[in-house]
């Protein structure tokens, strides 16, 4: 009688055993679906930075780092942006400008940016948040662009007999 109760108690220690192993076995399948989640979350957040029209037929795919290069070869009066790492507002902003123009021109509006006293600082008259320049982010926010499109911040030249009195005014930031 002994030996068969032990036999009982060995045999319930290796069915306890094998459920313990497939609990962990378990636990490991669900560790290695959220890793898969989570790498598969990395992996759209960054095909959404490098390809940011990659969705759109028929159009050339315009990557973050060719918006960042573009801008820091033309607007060279402005401080360069050093890290394709940017907030989430500014990405939105990229997104927004591609999304809302489909094929927004950044090379024609960097270059709308450098020529503009203003922006530059080249004038001495930008301050804003305790800077002498416009900068990255500001340039791109929606409001920003409309104004700069519009010719808002463009050198203005000025007949000297009929406007002898006026200065140029930018308006609000």
């Known amino acids: 009688e002994s030996k068969v109760n032990e036999s009982k108690v060995n045999e319930s220690k290796v069915n306890e055993s094998k459920v313990n192993e497939s609990k962990v076995n378990e636990s490991k399948v669900n560790e290695s679906k959220a890793d898969e989640s989570k790498a598969d979350e990395s992996k759209a957040n960054e095909r959404k930075a490098n390809g940011l029209n990659s969705g759109r037929t028929g ?3 315009i990557t973050l780092d060719d918006i960042l290069g573009l801008y820091n070869h033309i607007c060279i009066s402005l401080d360069r942006v050093k890290s394709p790492r940017l907030s989430t507002v500014t ?5 927004g400008l591609l999304d809302k123009n489909k094929q927004f021109d950044f090379t ?3 270059e709308k940016v450098e020529n503009s006293d203003f922006l530059t600082g080249r004038n001495n008259r930008w301050s804003y948040n305790g800077t002498k320049k416009a900068g990255f982010d500001w340039l ?3 409001e920003n662009v409309e104004k700069i499109l519009s ?3 463009d050198n203005f030249t ?3 007999t009929t406007d ?3 200065t ?3 308006g609000e930031f």
């Open 151 to 153: 010719g808002r911040y």
């Open 158 to 160: 000025y007949n000297t």
């Open 59 to 61: 159009q050339q795919q």
């Open 91 to 95: 990405m939105k902003n990229i997104l």
């Open 164 to 166: 002898k009195n006026d």
């Open 168 to 170: 140029d005014d930018y």
């Open 108 to 110: 024609a509006f960097f």
């Open 140 to 142: 791109l926010r929606p």
